[in-house]
């Protein structure tokens, strides 16, 4: 039975921790669900997630990646009031911040398709559909994942990162795009393990702050349109 319903939550800035400890819950009920549809007759609806958040300054390394990408030992990350996570997403370290736009789709891909690299490239086009809407021109860089600017040129820079974890197709991290965010903090990092390439963001490419509110209802609309899913709210939000 498939269910393109979709819950769509904005939890706002809220520490990282509390937010992968929410995501590990909703990512092991649905999981649950599954399971327990495997021995009964009849289908209970597997529940679909969309999260947006934004965090307090954290670097997050996964389960592939190198400890030695980070710049900085604990009396650093003190004098930055920045945390650090190893993770159980794909992919290497990064960095969240406020003014990010940080996505966790938990989605059981058996209700939409069954291919995580469509799934990747479907939630990168609609960071690229996002960015057009503020007239930047996005793309892809052959050989990784995200979505970059002038890719495959010298002056190829990352706008979004994307590191993710499946199980049983059920998905959970997701995506962290630079809005407003302070690209200082990836200075401490070499980041997603590309040690010639630079970062950038929305506000630094269009030449202004932005409305990041605006920015999610863009991305939001775009998610929905290229998963052809059925949002709806729910009016639970974290709060510090």
Known sequence: MQNKKVQFIDWGLVDYQEAWDKQEAIFSETLAVK????????????????????????????KSGHEEYLLLDEIGLREKEATFYKINRGGDITYHGPGQVVGYPILDLDNFFTDIHLYL???????????????????????????????????????????????????????????????????????????????????????????IEDVKQRLKEHIATLFEMELFSAPQKIKN
């Open 121 to 211: 490239r479907k939630l990168e086009d609609a960071v690229i559909m996002t960015c057009a809407d503020y007239g930047i021109i996005a793309g892809r860089y052959p050989g990784f994942t995200g979505v970059w600017l002038e890719a495959d040129t010298p002056k190829a820079r990352k706008i979004c990162a994307m590191g993710v974890r499946a199980s049983r197709w059920v998905t959970m991290h997701g995506f962290a795009f630079n809005v407003n965010t302070d690209l200082n903090y990836f200075g401490n990092i070499v980041p997603c393990g590309i040690e010639d390439k630079d970062v950038t963001s929305l506000e630094v490419e269009v030449g202004r702050k932005l409305n």
């Open 35 to 62: 399971q327990r549809n495997r021995s009964q007759e009849q289908q209970e609806p597997t529940p679909n997630h969309l999260i947006f958040t934004e965090h307090p300054h954290v670097y997050t390394l996964g």
